[in-house]
């Protein structure tokens, strides 16, 4: 009933290659109220209507997006997370992770003055920090490496009154949607076992806020 548990040295090494650590004081201290709080978009890259690959390719404005705001400047902890669908039956090169990046822009700038934030990421869980500005809208882009290649992926944001909106949906022409067909005829058993409904492609993105008091 604690939510503690131990295991021995042994089998943690056995089982586990990396460990993140959750700091809720560090994130309390982003706020004004001493509360913890996460503003979360969770997307995924759909073949031929999301999976737009990175900035190289010409369908990189497909990619999932969300607008960044703040209620006061200061630092706004991001962090961009892949599920693990080991726990779902997904084994092998299927359960492998993803490369995947994250980009900044604000508002008004066109996509050759982005700003990299998380850069060919195979990692569970990355994340970085940046200096955000109250009054302006900073555009976020998560990609994987390639056109087609699907998957789901959540995006959060800490600071003074942080908050992620998704972004409306370019519909892409016929030969766009052709450049990001997989290679591979078939879904992906990464996304089909998601514990997450499967979204219509004209609703990809979906925003939530959780949070707790650290006293």
């Known amino acids: 009933d604690s939510a ?4 021995t040295w042994q089998d943690f090494l056995r089982f586990f290659s990396v460990a993140h650590v959750c700091d809720l004081a560090a994130l309390a201290a982003l706020s004004d109220d001493k509360s913890c709080r996460v503003s979360v978009f969770h997307s995924v890259w759909l073949p ?5 690959g ?3 390719y010409g369908t990189f404005k497909f990619n999932p997006q969300c607008v960044l705001t703040v209620a006061r400047s200061g630092s706004v902890l991001l962090s961009l997370y892949q599920a693990d669908p080991r726990p779902l039956g997904v084994q092998g090169p299927d359960a492998a992770l993803l490369s995947v990046s994250l980009f900044l822009l604000e508002e008004g700038a066109l996509f050759a003055g982005r700003r990299t934030l998380i850069a060919d990421s195979r990692r569970r869980v990355s994340c970085a920090t940046f200096e955000a500005r109250r009054g302006c809208r900073y555009r976020l882009i998560a990609s994987t490496w390639a056109p087609g290649i699907e998957g789901g992926f959540w995006v959060t ?11 409306p949906l370019a519909a892409p022409s016929d030969g766009q949607a052709l450049a990001m067909t997989p290679n591979s005829g ?4 990464r996304l089909l076992a998601s514990p997450h409904p499967r979204p219509h492609p004209h609703q990809v993105g979906a925003t939530a806020e959780d949070g707790c008091a650290v006293m």
């Open 4 to 7: 503690a548990f131990w295991m």
């Open 48 to 52: 031929r209507i999301t999976a737009g």
């Open 54 to 56: 990175g900035p190289e």
């Open 157 to 167: 944001a800490s600071g003074r009154g942080a908050s992620l909106s998704p972004l």
């Open 186 to 189: 078939e879904a992906c058993p």
